[in-house]
């Protein structure tokens, strides 16, 4: 097991679009062992492949308080969607910054779990939230591209000093 670096927002490696895995096999479910570990490490609730440097469409995420429900999501698919909600979003890649997105309320997704046996999901209220927010990971999306321009722009100038600051 390792804790891997996640990249962190505006990285260019986080607008990669993930491939599809071909064949869960040892590589893959060694890096989904990884990816949980560094998740709940962090800690975090969800965590996408691309944001530890790895361009392939795995998706892990544990909603629970006690952090033993793990999720696995394999080459996820959103089959339905309907309603609206806005929910407060954070991000492993965006440290410090929490806002509000509007996204469907209820979703049906399709997935392989960690053995490559497929599984349907319905799922609704932060459960739903959190899958789109991974998903959009997986297409080189970041929840802040939803963000006014203005508010874009201010967290750029924000982690822009930040860096100068760090070097
Ligand atoms: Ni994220």
Redesign the pocket.
């Known amino acids: 097991m390792a804790i891997l670096n996640i990249l962190h927002y505006p990285d260019p490696r986080l607008r990669r679009v993930a491939q599809p895995v071909a064949q869960v096999d040892a590589a893959v479910r060694r890096l989904v062992v990884d990816m949980a570990e560094t998740m709940y490490a962090a800690p975090g609730i969800?965590l996408?492949a691309i944001?530890v440097d790895v361009a392939l469409r795995v998706v892990v995420m544990d909603l629970s308080e006690e952090r033993n429900a793990l999720k696995v999501f394999i080459n996820p698919e959103i089959l339905a969607r309907d309603g609206v909600q806005v929910m407060e979003e954070g991000?492993?890649?965006v440290p410090g910054v929490y806002d509000e997105v509007e996204r469907a309320r209820h979703i049906r997704v399709r997935a392989l779990d960690a053995d490559g046996r497929p599984f349907e999901l319905e799922a609704e209220g932060l459960l739903a939230t959190c899958v789109q927010?991974?998903i959009d990971?997986l297409d080189g999306k970041?929840?802040v591209d939803y963000l006014s321009r203005l508010k874009q722009n201010r967290l750029r100038k924000k982690l822009e000093k930040q860096e100068r600051l760090a070097m």
């Open positions: 969800g996408a944001q991000c492993l890649s927010h991974e990971h970041v929840f």
